[in-house]
């Protein structure tokens, strides 16, 4: 075989621009990571060089390390420098942080009033995932309206440790006149709050996810009417509301709720009638089958996947409760595809005697196990449903005769995989579909 040796001069500038691409398709670290993209192109010739630093979509993406800082000062700078090469191309940002730093000294602080406030940034910001303390992100929420005109995708982690006083009690202007937003995610705030104080263009979502914090019953009524447009919601509710009339949401399909207050009190306040994803989490003193009946009937005729997070003790409780959700949505003949028992505390479950409520289109089974009797009879499920994949999450170790039977459920072409627990309550459901 012969091989023909060019110069990169003979090249065309827009093969190579095409190669530089395709070499540099992750955000740029600060501080750089000198031994990868974009930084070993600059140094393969001068006209590679030249042409990087000409290559605005290489350079507006960048994601800030502030783990181990005191002053975040010269990396701060270091991303205005790199910004100039970036033209008036969106922006994506992003950056992390120490939880154990920021109880101490939040950098993020800094970073928010120096870097993301300033109009050169926060007018060209097209996606944004922060990390730090909430005090931290004040600022920026006070941004006034019109601040943000090309944010679609938002993304706001706040440590637990920083929070020391009740926050975001007053209304935010940074999102008024936001109107690309789509995508929203809040997480980490561990306390109550009300989503209506963020002024998000509700109309326009498509993504809500309120994570490890939780909304009042009646808050929802103040923003979830408007969501004519979402297809995803997550969120946790608590207290109580004396309304009866339902929310419609027509184009939600996936709806992952925390429930910590009666099921009465949010499964009747919302008809979802193009649902096909449902994640219910909630402890035992909340549930009552009834009002599940009636949401289950309206809303679940055609969920496909489903995931159960039951926070309870005994596996007495559990049983019945997984056992009354499965047998309500096989009455309906739900095309479930996509089944999750997680119940942390469990300890034993009759897999077998609830295959009778699963249905034939099960593709997808995921449940944890705490006992050896407990992986037998999910290892025996696995083997009377035949899904395409399961999912065994132990929470104690497996027997070798357990890894034999994995072995034999494989040989005989079904996918078995063994994960680790998550030790997070509120991961979110990743679904296989």
Not at 116 to 132: A, D, E, I
Not at 277 to 289: G, H, P, Q, S
Not at 306 to 330: K, N, R, T, W, Y
Not at 396 to 406: A, E, K, N, S
Request: aromatic share 8%.
């Amino acid at each position: 075989m012969d091989f023909v040796i060019m110069n990169d001069s003979d090249i065309p500038p827009e093969i190579l621009v095409a190669i530089v691409m395709h070499c540099v398709q992750d955000t740029i670290a600060i501080p750089p990571h000198l031994t990868e993209p974009p930084w070993t192109l600059l140094r393969v010739s001068s006209r590679w060089r030249s042409l990087v630093l000409a290559t605005p979509a290489i350079w507006c993406r960048l994601g800030f390390d502030l783990r181990g800082l005191i002053d975040p000062a010269p990396r701060i700078a270091l991303g205005r420098e790199l910004l100039q090469f970036s033209g008036s191309l969106p922006l994506s940002i992003s950056n992390t942080v120490n939880i154990m730093e920021t109880a101490m000294f939040d950098t993020s602080a800094t970073y928010v009033q120096d870097f993301l406030v300033p109009v050169s940034v926060s007018s060209r910001l097209q996606s944004l995932h922060f990390h730090g303390g909430a005090e931290s992100l004040e600022p920026f929420l006070a941004l006034p309206a019109g601040s943000l005109p090309l944010l679609e995708d938002l993304e706001i982690i706040v440590n637990k440790r920083a929070l020391q006083r009740d926050l975001w009690s007053s209304e935010a202007t940074a999102f008024q006149g936001a109107t690309r937003l789509r995508k929203v995610m809040v997480r980490g705030l561990y306390q109550s709050i009300n989503p209506n104080l963020f002024r998000f263009p509700w109309d326009q979502l498509r993504d809500f996810h309120l994570r490890s914090s939780y909304a009042s019953a009646d808050h929802l009524r103040g923003f979830l009417p408007h969501c004519t447009n979402l297809t995803s919601l997550t969120i946790g509710v608590s207290g109580t509301t004396h309304s009866r009339i339902p929310i419609t949401l027509p184009t939600l399909t996936s709806l992952d709720i925390k429930i910590e207050t009666l099921v009465a009190c949010i499964l009747l306040q919302v008809d979802c009638p193009n649902l096909e994803y449902l994640t219910l989490r909630m402890a035992i003193n909340f549930w009552d089958v009834g009002p599940f009946k009636v949401f289950a009937r309206r809303c679940c005729n055609h969920v496909k996947g489903l995931g159960l997070f039951f926070m309870i003790s005994s596996a007495d409780e559990v049983g019945p409760m997984i056992s009354q959700v499965l047998s309500e949505l096989s009455s309906l003949d739900a095309p479930i595809t996509d089944l999750k028992l997680i119940c942390p505390r469990l300890t034993s479950i009759p897999f077998t005697q609830l295959s009778q409520h699963i249905l034939p289109t099960l593709q997808y089974f995921t449940s944890i196990v705490n006992s050896f009797d407990l992986a037998d009879a999910f290892l025996d499920t696995v083997q009377e449903l035949k899904p395409a994949h399961a999912v065994m999450i132990p929470t104690c170790g497996l027997r070798p005769v357990h890894y034999g039977r994995i072995g034999d459920l494989v040989r005989d072409g079904l996918r078995v995989e063994v994960s680790s627990v998550s030790s997070e309550w509120e991961a979110p459901v990743r679904w296989f579909v």
